[in-house]
C-alpha cells in the first residue's frame, strides 16, 4: 500500500508552547488529507478535513485557531498544536486519501507537560 | 457524524479459530466500509475494505460480509494466528473513501497459542 509518514514521531513540549506536526504522503499526491485524534485505549476521531490549497474543514467541538493545519503541497499537510496544554496530549494521526482508500500514518505522541 | 457500532469489545481466540467481528451503521449515506488492525502505537493498517454493491469480499484469510438491509458488516479472520493479536477498527464514510472516516470504538483481539 501507498507510504504516509509523519514527523516527529513523538514530542515532549512544556505547557503554553506550539508544536508542529508533519505529515507527508511518500510516493503518491494527496489531494485530501485527515488528521485525527487518539486518546489510550479509545477509537480515532476526526479532527479536520485539509484540501490542498484551500482551508482545512474542522470537525464540531475542534478549535481552528488552537489545531493549526496548513496543507502546502499535494504531499504535506502540517498540523500545529498551539499554546499546548496538557489535556492535548494525545495520539495524533494523520491520513491520506489516495483513490479509493485512506492511507494511516504512523502516529505522533505529544505529551505536554 | 454518524455513530458505527462495533462489538465484541475483546475477543479471546484459540490458535487456528475463526475471529468475528461485528458493525452496524445507521447513516444509509455510507458507501465505503473498511477495517484496520492497529497495534499498539501504531498508525491503522487497512486490511480490507467492502463497497455496498457487493455482499462479501475476501482476501487472504480476511473476509469482510456486509447485509445492506440490515446495515451490518462484518470481518472474519480465518485460521486466526497469535500475529493477528491486535485493536481491529471499522469504519464507514459517505464519499466513497473522500470523507473523513467514521471509526467503530475498536476490538481488542487475542489470539491464544
Known amino acids: 500500500g501507498a507510504v504516509v509518514s509523519q514527523h516527529p514521531s513523538w514530542v515532549i513540549c512544556k505547557s503554553g508552547t506550539s508544536v508542529k506536526i508533519e505529515c507527508r504522503s511518500l510516493?503518491?499526491?494527496?489531494?485530501?488529507m485527515f488528521w485525527y485524534r487518539q486518546f489510550p485505549k479509545q477509537s480515532l476521531m476526526l479532527m479536520a478535513t485539509?484540501?490542498?490549497?484551500?482551508?482545512?474543514?474542522?470537525e464540531q467541538g475542534v478549535e481552528k485557531d488552537k489545531f493549526l493545519i496548513n496543507h502546502a503541497s499535494l504531499t504535506l499537510s502540517t498540523l500545529t498544536v498551539t499554546s499546548a496544554h496538557p489535556e492535548d496530549s494525545s495520539f495524533y494521526i494523520c491520513s491520506a486519501r489516495g483513490f479509493f482508500e485512506q492511507f494511516f500514518g504512523p502516529g505522533t505522541r505529544l505529551t505536554v507537560l | 457524524q454518524q455513530q458505527v457500532k462495533q462489538s465484541p469489545q475483546s475477543l479471546i481466540v484459540q490458535k487456528g479459530g475463526i475471529s468475528i467481528i461485528n458493525c452496524a451503521y445507521e447513516?444509509?449515506?455510507?458507501?465505503?466500509f473498511p477495517w484496520y488492525q492497529q497495534f499498539p502505537g501504531k498508525g491503522p493498517a487497512l486490511l480490507i475494505a467492502?463497497?455496498?454493491?457487493?455482499s462479501e469480499k475476501k482476501e487472504g484469510r480476511f473476509t469482510i460480509s456486509f447485509n445492506k438491509s440490515a446495515k451490518q458488516f462484518s470481518l472474519h479472520i480465518m485460521d486466526s494466528q497469535p500475529g493477528d493479536s491486535a485493536t481491529y477498527f471499522c469504519?464507514?464514510?459517505?464519499?466513497?473513501?473522500?470523507?473523513?472516516?467514521?471509526f467503530g470504538k475498536g476490538t481488542h483481539l487475542i489470539i491464544q497459542p
Open positions: 467492502i463497497r455496498p454493491d457487493v
Open positions: 485539509s484540501n490542498e490549497g484551500s482551508k482545512a474543514t474542522y
Open positions: 510516493d503518491f499526491q494527496a489531494t485530501t
Open positions: 469504519a464507514a464514510d459517505s464519499g466513497g473513501g473522500a470523507d473523513g472516516l467514521t
Open positions: 447513516n444509509t449515506a455510507f458507501d465505503y
